[in-house]
């Protein structure tokens, strides 16, 4: 079924925070490294991406997971999937198996869902994370000036772990987690060109940050802005996640319902972080808030970012239920 129309008809669940879920196997350096990458000189824990080829038994438990809680749309374990962000851990050449295998196993379990509730079928979104540079703001504070990338060379990243995510299989593209404007037209430009390339399109969703209570990303946009900046693009959906529970999101949220020609998505985190960095909002009180801005009518999509469990999405799934999706505006020609 065309999830364009399926958006039209009922509220689409996002899963949930991978990276959560992934902590509580209390993996090992042996873990990440499997056979592979055991003689791999530079320690990997910690790179979770890479589990969908050393654990992939791991990632499609996850999958299941979620699928179980009522997620129509399970993201890929590739939020740091590009060959900028797997220089960390000197990956560069493992990036498009990364990116393959990861889209492969969501596949796989999505199909095996889709099969037991034809009536209910789930999607694959090809996770796009930001990178760790940023191609609007300089690192340096004694040269203002200076940038420690290039646009071309993040369209290039975005483009090769976009080409290899569709290879394995994936439905959506998500461009997530934006706190650069300039990050995710660098994307948005490089998805683009193998569209060309390839001879088709996926939808693709763009999902922003806004980082903290000033209302703006970290490269200095308010939502409308933000908004403004990408709208050019035929997206499938708009949206925020991460940074904001789902109570300090709803502002923003409206911004978009109001402004936005495309569907609307929302992931919060599961409330802010503790003293501790950890996010203990309880699956009911996320839920509840939800609850909020679906009785406004703001939303299509929604799910959870980081904290956020297959309890936290099962509480969202059951009240996202109740209520009808947002109807896309009829926006006036000048």
């Known amino acids: 079924m065309d999830i364009k129309e399926l ?13 959560t879920m992934i902590q509580r196997y209390k993996l090992t350096e042996e873990d990440f490294r499997g056979e592979r990458f055991k003689d791999h000189q530079y320690s990997l824990k910690g790179n979770n991406d890479l589990l969908s080829v050393t654990r992939p038994d791991i990632i499609k438990d996850i999958h299941r997971a979620y699928f179980e809680a009522g997620a129509d749309i399970a993201e890929t374990n590739t939020f740091s999937s590009t060959t900028i962000a797997q220089a960390d851990y000197h990956l560069e050449d493992a990036v498009y198996d990364i990116n393959y295998q990861s889209a492969r196993l969501a596949r796989e379990v999505a199909d095996e869902f889709t099969a037991q509730q034809p009536d209910k079928p789930r999607f694959v979104a090809g996770s796009i994370g930001p990178t760790n540079r940023t191609a609007s703001l300089s690192p340096d504070v004694n040269n203002p000036g200076y940038r420690a990338i290039s646009f071309d060379q993040l369209a290039q990243a975005y483009k090769e772990q976009a080409r290899a995510l569709i ?30 390339e390839i001879g088709r399109e996926l939808p693709v969703m763009v999902s922003g940050t806004i980082t903290d209570a000033s209302g703006r990303t970290l490269s200095g946009q308010t939502t409308q802005a933000f908004l403004i900046s990408l709208e050019h693009m035929p997206l499938l959906s708009i949206g925020l996640n991460c940074a904001l529970g ?44 939800i609850e909020v801005f679906l009785k406004e009518g703001l939303i299509n999509i929604i799910g959870g970012c980081c904290g956020t469990t297959p309890e936290h999405i099962k509480a969202i799934a059951e009240v996202a239920a109740k209520y009808p999706p947002r109807p896309l505006p009829v926006m006036e020609v000048h």
Not at 7 to 19: C, K
Not at 173 to 190: C, I, Q, R, S, W
Not at 277 to 286: C, I, L
Request: no cysteine; net charge negative.
């Open 7 to 19: 958006l039209t008809r009922r509220i689409l669940l996002l899963d949930g925070a991978m990276g």
């Open 167 to 196: 290879d394995g299989g994936v439905d959506i593209l998500l461009v997530e987690t934006v706190f650069d404007t300039l990050n995710a037209k660098a994307a948005l430009f490089g998805i683009s060109e193998l569209f060309e």
């Open 246 to 289: 789902a109570k300090e999101l709803r502002p923003y949220l409206q911004v978009l319902a109001k402004e936005s020609e495309f569907f609307v998505s929302a992931h919060p985190n599961a409330g802010l972080p503790n003293e501790f960095g950890e996010y203990d909002e309880t699956p009911e009180a996320m839920a509840a808030q």
